[in-house]
């Protein structure tokens, strides 16, 4: 039996942390004392008492290291990351030793920091808080309240893959928007799973929003088995596994699979127009790494002549039937390039949405994805305020619609928020509905002037610009211009049937935009403000930019060039507690006036006589 067996597996009397005769037992909210205060155990900042075994930490878990195989995985990141440099000096090395004795000191000294962070680095998951140190001379701790955390995210990008590793980021409430408080680089794959899952448990349990481990004594410590129960192994790594989890069922967090992508939404990739660009990139990249090496060829000896050969070479070209050859190549690349668009923009597609899932678990959404970079994502569901359905023109053909999450405290970084990537509408809004709820209302039609607005907007600056060139002469100009002004039409009277919001009972609606045409549906409890913008132009036709402010997502979603009297009465409707003192109080047809705005002394009337009853 292995040494974190016997700790595991034996009897709180043995261990050392059972109380005495006549004591009281600690409680399990003990975690959160002072360090060093656990009885049986040393200060905080003491080291494990085996090297080879894990050592039980006041908060009621086991420090444990990092995996034995970022030895081999931090040289080669630190390679990575420096690999310009290095090769720089490797090609200097065959003149210089000094250069060589250079790049051997920068190997092994990525080679003694990774012998160095995984000697130093330690980790613990107690009851109510994660605590990580790190250091030898210049020694950090760090501990973030289970609490407190915003998410768990679980990255592995092809290196760590090979070698079945993977990286836990935990972003905190205490961090800046979009900052991480605690990264754990690098752990084996199943156990950067299991920690996942037991921070969001634990969160949830701490927040009431999952059941607590009630069939746990009380003086037991957290992720340890009682008394004769069975113990875990010491190579386990799962979640039921690696003395973590507790025997109580609320320790074994399951998970809800709502959706896993099927084959056939690969193809959904070629409607992308970002991912039909992905062979104009590359080549970009290709031409870019050629002019950097034809740089670095042209600084060694005799380049100079040879530029100058083939300089006179290309000429010769030129000037006779190679001319055309060279247009012929050249249109021959550009076909290709337009030929493996759909093809590259599927495989990127597919290299990136990889066996996409989507899933629940206690409080929060977990969505994994990636072929080369797996990435696994998890949401706190009370910082979800919405949901967005994004398309393109082309995705529009298909009917297809990607889902984003609106939450707080992501910023500008969209691509975490992603809930299901481009797929049928039908579909996607069935998974919304499931997952966030769906919306139900329609969407009320914006006022002809807004058609009028767009049509100006998307034909008159190049209408003006064909004037003025065919004025001046300058046709090759006008005929372009004047194409992108027809063209200007469709896009006109697209993007105005793309307007509209709505609500229903629960959550608001909001659609704007063409090339990237966007419905937010937002909760209603979410709006903490309005926002009304007229233009000079917009008065005349009674029209108004109306925005719900949210503390999420983008921060406010505009209802552009909506009727105005319609505007109002659309957000009293929503939300009628902020609306209802600017709103202007109707007239009363009778009684008194109110005090002191009643008619002049000089204008009073006598009051008439009233006849005495009979």
């Given amino acids: ?114 012998v160095f962070t995984w000697a130093t680095f330690r980790y613990q998951v107690g009851d109510r808080r994660l605590e990580i140190r790190k250091g030898l001379v210049s020694r950090s701790r760090r501990t973030i309240p289970l609490e407190r955390i915003r998410g768990v995210h ?134 870019g790494l050629a002019s950097q090496v034809a740089g670095d060829l042209m600084e060694r000896p005799g380049a100079v002549a040879a530029g100058e050969r083939a300089l006179l070479h290309y000429r010769s070209l030129a000037e006779g039937s190679g001319l055309l050859a060279l247009a012929a190549v050249a249109a021959g690349v550009l076909l290709l390039l337009l030929v493996l668009m759909p093809v590259f923009a599927v495989v990127a597609y597919a290299v990136n949405h990889w066996d996409f899932r989507l899933a629940g678990q206690d409080d929060s959404l977990v969505t994994r994805r990636g072929l080369f970079t797996r990435q696994s994502v998890a949401l706190e569901r009370r910082r979800i305020r919405g949901h967005e359905l994004i398309d393109s023109p082309l995705e529009r053909v298909r009917s297809a619609v990607r889902l984003r999450a609106i939450m707080t405290g992501l910023g500008g970084d969209s691509t975490r928020a992603v809930l299901l990537p481009a797929g049928p509408r039908a579909r996607v809004e069935g998974i919304a509905g499931e997952v966030l709820g769906g919306y139900t209302g329609g969407l009320v039609r914006h006022p002809g002037a807004a058609l009028r607005r767009r049509l100006v907007r998307s034909v008159l600056p190049f209408a003006l610009a064909a004037a003025v060139a065919a004025a001046a002469g300058l046709y090759w100009a006008a005929v372009p211009a004047a194409l992108l002004a027809l063209a200007g039409i469709p896009l006109g009277v697209d993007r105005y049937r793309a307007l509209g919001h709505g609500r229903d009972a629960e959550r608001i609606s909001v659609r704007w935009g063409s090339l990237r045409r966007t419905q937010a549906v937002l909760r209603r409890e979410a709006v903490i403000g309005w926002t009304w913008r007229q233009t000079p132009f917009q008065r005349p036709a009674g029209l108004a930019h109306l925005t719900a402010t949210v503390g999420a997502g983008s921060g406010g979603y505009t209802a552009v060039d909506a009727d105005l009297e319609e505007s109002v009465a659309f957000a009293a409707g929503v939300t009628p507690e902020m609306i209802r003192p600017f709103l202007a109080a109707p007239e009363k047809a009778a009684g008194p006036p109110p005090r002191g705005k009643g008619p002049s002394p000089e204008r009073r009337e006598p009051p008439e006589e009233q006849e005495p009853p009979e």
Avoid: C
């Fill in 1 to 114: 039996m292995s040494g974190r067996e016997e700790r595991e597996g034996a009897p709180a009397e043995e261990r050392g942390t059972a109380p005495g005769p006549g004591e009281a037992p600690p409680p399990v909210a003990a975690v959160g004392a002072e360090d060093g205060a656990a009885p049986g155990g040393g200060g905080a900042e003491d080291g494990p008492a085996e090297a080879g075994g894990p050592e039980e930490g006041p908060g009621g878990g086991d420090w444990r290291k990092l995996s034995p195989m970022m030895l081999v995985v931090a040289p080669v990141t630190y390679l990575k990351n420096f690999i310009v440099p290095l090769v720089l000096m490797a090609f200097g090395a065959t003149q210089n030793p000094w250069a060589l004795a250079s790049l051997f000191a920068a190997l092994a000294g990525m080679a003694v920091t990774g």
């Fill in 154 to 287: 679980v990255t592995s990008n092809l290196v760590h893959r090979l070698f079945g590793l993977a990286v836990v980021h935990i972003e905190a409430a205490a961090g800046g928007e979009g900052s991480e408080e605690g990264k754990l680089d690098a752990v084996g794959a199943e156990e950067a799973e299991r920690l996942r899952r037991l921070l969001l448990h634990r969160r949830a349990v701490l927040r009431g929003d999952a059941p607590s481990a009630g069939a746990a004594p009380a003086g037991a410590a957290a992720g340890t088995a009682p008394a004769g129960a069975e113990a875990p192994s010491a190579g386990g790594t799962g979640a039921e596994e690696g003395g973590e989890a507790a025997p109580a069922p609320a320790e074994q967090p399951r998970e809800t699979e709502y959706f896993r992508m099927p084959a056939r939404w690969y193809g959904f990739g070629a409607l992308s127009v970002g991912y039909l660009l992905t062979p104009f990139v590359a080549l970009a990249a290709v031409v």
